[in-house]
């Protein structure tokens, strides 16, 4: 039997409103986007196992990297410690110096040189604690608000 005209027209456009459905859904696909966000050294698991499927070794140069990277982190906080302890010994004995000598110039009789030596040290020690102090606090317009 012969399909009337109408029900082949609905087919029709059925047919082509379906092919273009797919045709955009498609396209949604290709235009997809991931984003993944990892902090810290190194990337989740699944993501190492991907970098070993494109790179040669991925992963293990990835930890390497990581673990030099640690390793220079380390160094430099140990260098740090260590020059705040070469600048505070230095700093001591730049002041033991100002005060040693005004004490060896009262000794003899140079009452002005050791007034300007004693002052220099006591200066120095003031001037330090001064600028140590500005450093650690934080500028004012920058200071935590306090909630209310």
């Known amino acids: 039997m012969k399909e009337p005209e109408p029900q082949k027209a609905r087919q029709e456009v059925a047919r082509t409103v379906l092919a273009e459905k797919q045709a955009a859904v498609r ?48 160094q430099m906080r140990r260098w740090g410690v260590f020059l705040t302890a070469v600048g505070q010994v230095g700093g001591f004995a730049l002041i033991a110096f100002a005060m ?18 004693f002052f220099s040290g006591v200066g120095i020690l003031l001037g330090g604690g001064y600028l140590s102090s500005q450093r650690k606090r934080p500028p004012a317009d920058k200071a935590p608000q306090q909630k209310s």
Do not use: C, W
Not at 103 to 114: D, G, I, P
């Open 100 to 117: 040693g000598g005004a004490f060896y110039l009262v000794l003899h009789n140079k009452s002005l040189e050791a007034f300007f030596s």
């Open 27 to 74: 396209t949604l696909e290709t235009l997809r986007f991931e984003e993944h966000f990892a902090s810290g050294p190194l990337p989740p698991p699944e993501m190492l196992k991907r970098y070993n499927d494109a790179l040669p070794n991925g992963a293990e140069r990835i930890m390497a990297m990581a673990e030099r990277e640690q390793a220079q982190a380390h």
